[in-house]
């Protein structure tokens, strides 16, 4: 009897359960406008620079994406390309590059001289190796950076000139 009411239960679990699954059905959430981003420094394009728009609205939705050689970015906001839900956003721009440091073969032997270099050495390869933002630090954070976009089906590309 006790089996009979775990069965029923579990048969319960599972048919309820079974109009919950995310696999088949619209993941897509509202509807998106395509928008494009250019961004220059310096008057050139920039490459490989991540644009993330920051919604104002505390239930608003990001959107990101990375700018191509023509420093052109599409953004996404659920899938590849889609684009920003419309609203205003607050804009950041980075581009990190990461300096990796070889060792250095030339670090060989004993004694505290080899342990002063192989350490400075060390320190220097951990240094190097941190992510550096190659545009203004302003840029980085959305409340600092000045930068703005108030996309609408009306409104879809914007172009961000950063300078010093």
Known sequence: MRTRYVMLAGLGLLVGFSGCSSGSGSTEGPATIPVTVTVKYKGEPVEGAVVTFVPEAS????????TDADGVAKLTTYKPGDGVLAGAYKVKIVKFESAGGAADASESGEGEEYEAAAAAAAQRRRKEARPRNLLPTKYANPDKSGLTANVSEENTEFTFELTD
């Open 59 to 66: 239930d608003g939705k990001g959107a990101s994406g990375t």
